[in-house]
């Protein structure tokens, strides 16, 4: 069982820049592919990026297309989430996720979707405004 912990959330001024870390512990966090997600007051659970447990590709949700730069650190078992030009739309609770996928046979784009990923982080509040 894998258990997540996000942090490096806060409140930034439009424009400005906030990574995001998520730690992991109690798996092989190399066989995980990641998913970050973001929710806001009254809206759905949605996925901004994810990157393959095999050749690490990425993908992004088109709101955070050149903007945001998701990465891993196996060895530090950490996925990052780098935040750039940050628009107060962006504001949320981030999430982290988790999906076992040893090979990346499964890994696609269909992992920007919350019911592919068995673990979930608690969440880190970002908040964008002036």
């Known amino acids: 069982q894998v258990q997540l912990v996000e942090s490096g959330g806060g409140l930034v001024q439009p424009g400005g820049s906030l990574r995001l870390s998520c730690t992991a512990s109690?798996?092989?966090?190399?066989?995980?592919?990641l998913g970050w997600f973001r929710q806001s007051p009254g809206k759905e659970r949605e996925g901004v990026s994810c990157i393959g447990s095999g050749d690490h590709t990425t993908f992004y949700a088109d709101s955070v297309q050149g903007r945001f730069t998701i990465s891993r650190d196996n060895p530090e078992n950490t996925v990052y989430l780098e935040m750039n030009d940050l628009k107060p739309e962006d504001t949320g609770v981030y999430y982290c996720?988790?999906?076992?996928?040893?090979?990346?046979?499964?890994?696609?784009?269909?992992?920007?979707?919350?019911?592919?990923?068995?673990?979930w982080g608690r969440g880190t509040q970002v908040t964008v405004s002036s």
């Open positions: 996720a988790a999906h076992l996928d040893p090979y990346g046979l499964e890994y696609g784009p269909g992992h920007l979707f919350r019911e592919v990923y068995d673990y």
């Open positions: 109690g798996g092989t966090f190399s066989y995980y592919s």
